[in-house]
């Protein structure tokens, strides 16, 4: 049969899935990504004509010539329709496709699908849309804006401090690493005490008002005054109810699989990609879970109303919980949460057709989903307390008396803390108090889950980027892990320190923030791309001058050898593949040590 219609994907993984659901009479071919970037042509090779409102200068990305040939053969006398991510990056992508296949600008042509199930497809192909120009103004401007700062600030850097580059996320959060690191190496270790009372069957904990902490006199003199008998001065008893968590975002899918799963950010998102993009189950290709970049919590209804069906049958209609969304209204909103696509999969029935890690991050998707629709969970609290001499201590008792959601998706086990049963004005004695010494700790350096989660909660980056920026700060050696914790390198803290000092305006968190929310009132058609670039190019230029001129060179270190060539002394230089030995007089002289091409033997 003649094929009458082409739909282009992004991926190959998703057009192998897509060509199962739909007729013979349609071709899926896949762009593999992006097939044009900014050109490295015009003023400082940033792709971008300045004097002419930004207007940027696109090109072939290389290596992609051929498929974009291809691409226009197939797309030849047929329908065409763009059916790539439905982000603001898949909206671009989109964009850059009709423009190189001559589409019609105000054409339907542009499907979009949250989950690859064929359901889906058939409902994205019956409501097609005109491409959406102002979600691409909005990934322009971001992308112009990038490539300013990277190119700029990184050719200075490089020039200047040997850093490798810089960039308008990555850098703000290079130096929140750095500044913790600089509140780690401030931090002065404070000695205090707490005191505790162990009785025959319980141990009860003395009650410090507010923050304060006891130095060893005033513990020392509580022990003291804290002699038997013990009275019983108070008994609470009080029902709470634990909410379930909202399905997964980006931001908690990767710190949920880091904190349970000890998976990167980057393993993460691959694994997650597979499994939207398709697995094979008994011959048939099916898409697991929704799209995995998404900042919406948002389920769909028919998806809601037959999670609940499931739930009542299986687990019974008091597990029933009251579905609400937690997330604002914003610029990716018209995605969902990242949940499966179908509650019938269960993860013991894809355990055979899954790998280790896919079959892990699939069931912590699936169960927090499934628990985000499910009942409270509800604990009987006591707190009882002791009191000997106007001193008092606390027994706390907390019993899980209906697991409601936790049934299904627990973060860590709830143990019941049992007490004994105590009546009001009982007297006890103690076998002894305790005064313990303890010492205060500094905070915690960043993981890969809290920097994301702080990043996330300072409005800075979004879920297309967060792995990507993690990865970049580890490739140019900025940071280490130690026992998975970032640290920063001497690299890194000279970055943060020459940008702090020349950059502060813009290299910040407010700023950046800032810029975030601009970026996204563009896809609203509340902002101007060419003015917010305009504006920032304008005010950015001359803090780069500035740095110019002002910024410190740091020369090459030194060896003790002498170049066998012209006898000026050998240095240490880097490059990106690092470190080398060479002459320093270059460039008359270009003697590199162990160059076979010029190393005299």
């Keep these: 049969m003649n094929q009458k219609k082409l739909i282009i994907v992004e991926s190959p993984s998703k057009s192998k899935t897509i060509s199962t659901y739909v007729g013979s009479d349609v071709l899926v071919l896949s762009s593999k990504g992006h097939i044009r970037d900014l050109a490295t042509s015009g003023k400082d090779g940033l792709g971008v004509d300045i004097e002419n409102d930004f207007q940027p200068s696109y090109k072939i990305i290389p290596g992609k010539n051929k498929l974009v040939k291809e691409l226009k053969t197939y797309a030849k006398d047929r329908q065409v329709l763009i059916a790539t991510d439905q982000d603001r990056e898949g909206e671009a992508i989109g964009w850059h496709l009709a423009q190189i296949l001559g589409l019609d600008p105000n054409a339907e042509n542009r499907i979009v699908f949250r989950?690859?199930?064929?359901?889906?497809?058939?409902?994205?192909?019956?409501?097609?849309?005109?491409?959406?120009?102002?979600?691409?103004?909005?990934?322009?401007?971001?992308?112009?804006?990038?490539?300013?700062?990277?190119?700029?600030?990184?050719k200075l850097l490089q020039s200047k401090i040997k850093s490798k580059s810089a960039g308008r996320v990555q850098s703000v959060a290079l130096k929140l690493i750095v500044d913790l690191e600089k509140e780690i190496d401030a931090f002065?270790?404070?000695?205090?005490?707490?005191?505790?009372?162990?009785?025959?069957?319980f141990k009860a904990s003395y009650h410090i008002v507010g923050k304060k902490r006891l130095k060893k006199e005033e513990a020392d003199l509580i022990v003291k005054e804290s002699t038997n008998p013990f009275k019983?001065?108070?008994?609470?008893?009080k029902t709470t109810k634990r909410k379930s968590k909202p399905a997964f975002i980006t931001s908690t899918l990767i710190q949920d699989a880091s904190n349970n799963l000890s998976m990167s950010a980057a393993r993460t998102m691959l694994v997650a990609q597979k499994l939207y993009e398709g697995i094979e189950i008994d011959g048939e290709i099916v898409g697991l879970i929704t799209y995995m970049r998404s900042d919406s919590n948002r389920l769909a209804e028919p998806f809601i109303k037959d999670t609940q069906e499931f739930i009542e049958s299986h687990y019974g209609k008091k597990y029933l919980g009251h579905y609400k969304t937690s997330t604002k209204a914003n610029a990716q909103d018209a995605h969902e949460?990242?949940?499966?696509?179908?509650?019938?999969?269960?993860?013991?029935?894809?355990?055979?057709?899954?790998?280790?890690?896919?079959?892990?991050?699939y069931r912590r998707i699936y169960e927090r989903t499934l628990a985000s629709l499910?009942?409270?969970?509800?604990?009987?609290?006591?707190?009882?307390?002791?009191?000997?001499?106007?001193?008092?201590y606390d027994l706390d008792g907390s019993i899980l008396t209906f697991e409601g959601h936790l049934k299904v998706y627990q973060e860590q086990k709830s143990k019941d803390k049992i007490i004994p049963k105590l009546e009001l004005n009982q007297e006890v004695n103690a076998k002894n108090v305790l005064s313990i010494e303890k010492v205060t700790t500094p905070p915690a350096r960043y993981s890969e889950a809290s920097l994301i989660k702080e990043m996330e909660a300072l409005g800075i980056?979004?879920?297309?980027?967060?792995?990507?920026?993690?990865?970049?700060?580890?490739?140019?050696?900025?940071?280490?892990?130690?026992?998975?914790?970032?640290?920063p390198t001497d690299q890194g803290k000279l970055t943060t320190?020459?940008?702090?000092?020349?950059?502060?305006?813009?290299?910040?968190?407010?700023?950046?923030?800032?810029?975030?929310?601009k970026l996204d009132e563009i896809s609203e058609a509340k902002e101007s791309g060419v003015e917010i670039v305009s504006n920032f190019y304008h005010s950015f230029i001359p803090m780069v001058d500035h740095a110019q001129k002002n910024m410190k060179k740091i020369p090459p270190k030194m060896t003790d050898e002498l170049c066998p060539k012209c006898g000026k002394p050998l240095v240490i230089r880097k490059s990106r593949y690092g470190e080398f030995v060479a002459c320093s007089g270059f460039p008359?002289?270009?003697?590199?040590?162990?160059?076979?091409?010029?190393?005299e033997k």
């Design 115 to 154: 989950e690859i199930t064929k359901q889906a497809i058939t409902e994205a192909l019956n409501h097609p849309r005109k491409i959406d120009q102002d979600l691409v103004n909005s990934q322009e401007a971001r992308r112009i804006l990038d490539r300013i700062i990277g190119f700029k600030l990184s």
């Design 188 to 201: 002065i270790p404070e000695t205090y005490y707490e005191i505790e009372a162990d009785f025959p069957h």
């Design 232 to 237: 019983v001065t108070d008994i609470r008893v």
């Design 337 to 361: 949460a990242i949940r499966p696509t179908s509650v019938t999969n269960t993860p013991e029935q894809m355990a055979d057709y899954l790998d280790k890690d896919e079959l892990k991050l």
């Design 374 to 392: 499910m009942s409270d969970a509800i604990f009987e609290n006591t707190k009882v307390t002791l009191t000997s001499n106007n001193h008092n």
């Design 461 to 487: 980056g979004r879920p297309s980027t967060y792995a990507s920026i993690i990865q970049t700060l580890k490739n140019r050696a900025y940071v280490h892990s130690e026992d998975k914790r970032f640290v």
């Design 497 to 517: 320190k020459e940008l702090d000092e020349f950059f502060h305006k813009i290299i910040n968190v407010e700023y950046t923030s800032k810029m975030e929310k």
């Design 588 to 599: 008359k002289c270009r003697y590199i040590k162990n160059d076979n091409k010029n190393d």
